[in-house]
């Protein structure tokens, strides 16, 4: 038997209702210690990260979400116990409430900006030509060199290119709600320019999406989409 | 008497009433964006407490750590064991999410 920990909550907060289940459809249940206040389930064993447990690990923070912000806990926070599971909670206490302060009233929203990278490259080639190996270069160790630092002026061109979009589409977005905390990053992976997230004031949320839906306009080359509202994983 | 959390705004609604849940504007292929997104944030991010960690690669290796860390992605969990077991190598992920 292990104890499962979605989220944090104040103390006082709305514990989970009946209907809410949660990894492997168990019974999600509130405990507090002091002025923290934990959502927990009894499982037979530590859960592994296969997809139906991800989704069920944030379908219980979402549902906690809906009343008050919560601090999301990293999926995989199982405890011998409920002592154990206070235990590891209350050394961080002032820490934690910290944290729920700042992300009180409010949600996380995404967008990541979708490109073709190699398009991008080609872009760069045709637009500089410092990036381009010049005609009639002999082979040896000199040109080898010149190659490399080519490639790595490109990928840093190409960086520069991606942060240029981000700091574009955040300019659009930030007339949603200019205290947004903004948490970004840059070619986290093939096909994607790079991603921002915002901690969004719950009463901007619609006009974020909105915005957010219109971010990409004029940029060319890439597509913007958005998602959310979500628990702040990214803030805590 | 008025209760702090009655003070708490709601989300805002959408058109007709729409539901706040997680959205991927455009075509239905879109939702594998989503997945990513969950999957990132999920794995990735939140706050991280003592726990045991099971990370799982590719789907097909296990390593289990205990670790004062709990679930991570693959790429952090690269990082994390490279720190820890003197840069031992990782198998290499055949794809997936990083964050």
């Known amino acids: 038997m292990t104890v499962y920990a979605y989220c944090v909550r104040r103390a006082g907060d709305p514990p989970p209702e009946a209907a809410v289940r949660g990894i492997g459809g168990a019974e999600v249940y509130l405990r507090e210690s002091g002025t923290i206040g934990v959502w927990l389930s009894e499982l037979d064993a530590t859960p592994e990260p296969a997809a139906e447990h991800l989704l069920a690990h944030d379908t219980v923070v979402r549902a906690a979400l809906r009343s ?79 190659a490399r630092r080519r490639a790595h002026a490109l990928e840093s061109a190409l960086r520069d290119r991606a942060g240029a979009l981000l700091d574009a589409v955040s300019g659009r977005l930030s007339a949603a709600d200019s205290t947004a905390l903004e948490a970004r990053t840059v070619l986290p992976r093939p096909g994607v320019a790079g991603t921002l997230a915002h901690l969004v004031r719950r009463e901007h949320l619609f006009t974020y999406r909105e915005l957010a839906e219109r971010a990409g306009e004029g940029l060319a080359g890439v597509m913007v989409r958005v998602s959310g509202p979500w628990a702040p994983y990214s803030f805590v | 008497m ?25 075509a239905a292929g879109d939702d594998r964006y989503a997945l990513v997104d969950l999957v990132n944030r999920v794995l990735d991010r939140g706050v991280v407490i003592t726990g045991d960690v099971t990370i799982s690669v590719a789907g097909v290796d296990l390593v289990y750590l205990g670790l004062n860390a709990v679930l991570t992605s693959v790429s952090t969990a690269r990082r994390s064991l490279g720190r820890r077991v003197g840069q031992e190598p990782l198998p290499r992920e055949g794809g997936g999410a990083e964050g």
């Not at chain 1, 590891?88 to 929203?109: F, H, K, N, S």
């Open chain 1, 68 to 146: 008050r912000t919560p601090l999301p806990l990293r999926f995989g926070a199982a405890f011998a116990d409920e002592a154990a599971a206070f235990a590891a909670l209350t050394a961080r206490e002032g820490e934690l409430r910290e944290a729920l302060a700042r992300v009180d009233g409010r949600a996380e929203m995404a967008v990541t900006l979708l490109w073709d990278a190699d398009r991008e490259r080609e872009r760069l080639l045709a637009e500089r030509t410092d990036l381009r190996p010049p005609a009639g270069t002999p082979a040896g160790g000199r040109a080898y060199l010149e």
């Open chain 2, 2 to 26: 008025r209760s702090e959390r009655d003070d708490l705004p709601e989300f805002q609604a959408g058109p007709a009433g729409e539901e706040w849940e997680v959205w991927s504007p455009g």
